[in-house]
T-cell receptor, first 110, second 113 residues
Framework: LAKTTQPISMDSYEGQEVNITCSHN???????ITWYQQFPSQGPRFIIQ???TKVTNEVASLFIPADRKSSTLSLPRVSLSDTAVYYC???????????FGTGTRLQVFP | NAGVTQTPKFRVLKTGQSMTLLCAQD?????MYWYRQDPGMGLRLIHY???????AKGEVPDGYNVSRLKKQNFLLGLESAAPSQTSVYFC????????????FGSGTRLTVV
């Protein structure tokens, strides 16, 4: 099972861009990279998923270098409501069970 | 558009009691999972299922049993609850392909006294 490493916490101010990097040195060929957001007392919520290069949706971008040993979740112009824990997951959905790490706690200040 | 529904939302058990947590999904997902989350920690996988009638162990399966008799339901059972099982339990489901990742329920907060 691929293991991920993320910073424990990050601080930002409203309106700034936040980049959270995840290291996954043992990523396998079939593994996808998926990011989740979790608010207190709620289940994690899917943010974005990618395999290589760059993926963008309405809430975030995901940058994946060619070697795929790391990935960066980019949140443009964060607001107070983006304060949450963010998890990076790596795994093959077809055959594997995904393992969550401890995540990155993002605190956004006014 | 219910997604993943967990019942109950809260429960207090005495040590040694048994209970079953129910997870229901209406998205026709093949895969279903049970996680537990303890304060300051990430989610740990208890058991999972890749289809109706199948179950498999995750990271922390001891003290729990599961059943998937119907595709839409995944039950988590505690036969003899222990204080160490005090936690928040989350159910999730996904397509076999992993498209769009997991959909999580809102959690069940269980306290064992």
């Amino acid at each position: 099972l691929a293991k991920t490493t993320q910073p424990i916490s990050m601080d930002s101010y409203e309106g700034q861009e936040v980049n959270i990097t995840c290291s996954h040195n043992n990523i396998a060929t079939n593994d996808y990279i998926t990011w989740y957001q979790q608010f207190p007392s709620q289940g994690p919520r899917f943010i974005i998923q990618g395999y290589k290069t760059k993926v963008t949706n309405e809430v975030a971008s995901l940058f994946i270098p060619a070697d795929r040993k790391s990935s960066t979740l980019s949140l443009p112009r964060v607001s107070l409501s983006d304060t949450a824990v963010y998890y990076c997951l790596v795994g093959d959905h077809n055959t594997d069970k995904l393992i969550f790490g401890t995540g990155t706690r993002l605190q956004v200040f006014p | 558009n219910a997604g993943v529904t967990q019942t109950p939302k809260f429960r207090v058990l005495k040590t040694g009691q048994s209970m079953t947590l129910l997870c229901a999904q209406d998205m026709n997902h093949e895969y279903m999972y049970w996680y537990r989350q303890d304060p300051g920690m990430g989610l740990r996988l208890i058991h999972y299922s890749v289809g109706e009638g199948t179950t498999a162990k995750g990271e922390v399966p001891d003290g729990y049993n599961v059943s998937r008799l119907k595709k839409q339901n995944f039950l988590l059972g505690l036969e003899s609850a222990a204080p160490s099982q005090t936690s928040v339990y989350f159910c999730a489901s996904s397509y076999k392909t992993g498209k769009d990742g997991y959909t999580f329920g809102s959690g069940t907060r269980l306290t064992v006294v």
